[in-house]
């Protein structure tokens, strides 16, 4: 049962494999070189993990923690959907609700290995302010169990329960935007070992921090000056582009589209996102959420069949609560791509991804799929 707190437990106690309360938890460190900051987090290393030496996806050898039975394996959840087997409408819970745990459908509990701590009003340490800055890295980590059954991707997942996931999505980040001192918020999915996954009951992750990563806050300061300079928002503006070419879209309707954009710096990465202009992922509708929770899951199985059994990852970018100048600059999107290459010396030093395949050819093949589905988008 939930019982009823105001605040989230999102660290755990240790439970023998390595972590204890009152170990060091996150802390980040800026490389002055690259302006970035690296979250170092040695609580993660004591893992369960099923993919240990494994590149591809792999049968548990664990006792699954997100099966039906043992939810006692983690810790308690913030959010429960249930579907109703009468209607298949949703009926959800959150903190500070009573809900039966044996009947979930979708439940979002706190990370038990969290990369990040709590955000603590305490100052930043700094050892040197010039070339050994760390400080301590705040805010949330929590997990989307996203079946009751023991499946592995999100193409595995029936439709109710594919919409429940978004909207445990769109519930979460409410809940962390409103949390004082959140700047970034990131939702993902890692299928497979070579994808980052450690467990394969399906399921993806949300991570809120206090810190704004360097490449977002490039990523932003190029969309305001876009919107400043052209009085457009630079991902409407791309995705008219798209589809006025036609060259790399995979699928679309009046509301969505599906593209593998011009300078994809990944193979056979997809793209999805609205038409009309919205800053916020969280803000869509519930009509909206459904149709994009299909379009994602489509994507996936069209990734699915040209690569069968792929390691795949998805990213949600929703705008980041740091920017709030200019909140219109920004615009939604989940990027969505199978792990067909290794990160190599040119790009590890560099920075430079080399793609082996066109946009244009990837957006061919997976547009050859959606037709082959469903004959209406010829
Ligand atoms: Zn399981
Ligand atoms: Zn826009």
Known sequence: MIQPTKHVPLVTPGDGRGVVRGDPTAESRLDPLTGNWTIFSPQRTGRPDEFVDSDVRAESSLECPFCPGNEEATPDPVWCGRISTEDSSFEISQVGQ???????????VPNK???????????????????????????????????????????????????????????RL????????????????NVGGRAGASLSHSHSQLIATNRLPAQIKDSLDLMSRHRASTGCC??????????????????????????????SHIPMLVRVTTQEHQDCFENLDEGQLESVSRLVGRVVSWLEKLRPGTAYNYC????????????????????IFPRMTQVAGFEWSSQCMINPILPEDSASKLAACARAEDPRYL
């Open 316 to 335: 949600l970018q929703t705008r980041p609560p740091a920017m709030k100048d200019t909140p219109e600059s920004f615009h939604w999107w989940i990027d």
């Open 98 to 108: 009573e809900i039966s745990n044996p009947d979930w459908s979708v439940r979002v």
């Open 113 to 171: 290995f969290p990369a990040v701590d709590e955000i603590k009003p305490a100052p930043q340490k700094r050892v040197d302010a010039n070339l050994f800055q760390r400080s301590g890295i705040g805010g949330g980590h929590e997990v989307i169990i996203e079946s009751r059954q023991h499946v592995e991707s999100l193409t595995d997942l029936d439709l109710a329960e594919l919409n429940l996931v978004f909207r445990a999505y769109r519930d």
């Open 174 to 189: 409410q809940y962390w935007r409103s949390t004082s001192g959140v700047s970034y918020l990131s939702v993902f999915k």
């Open 234 to 263: 630079l991902m409407c503006d791309l995705v008219r582009g798209e589809l006025k070419s036609k060259q790399r879209i995979v699928w679309a309707d009046n509301a969505l589209v599906a593209f593998c954009p011009f300078a």
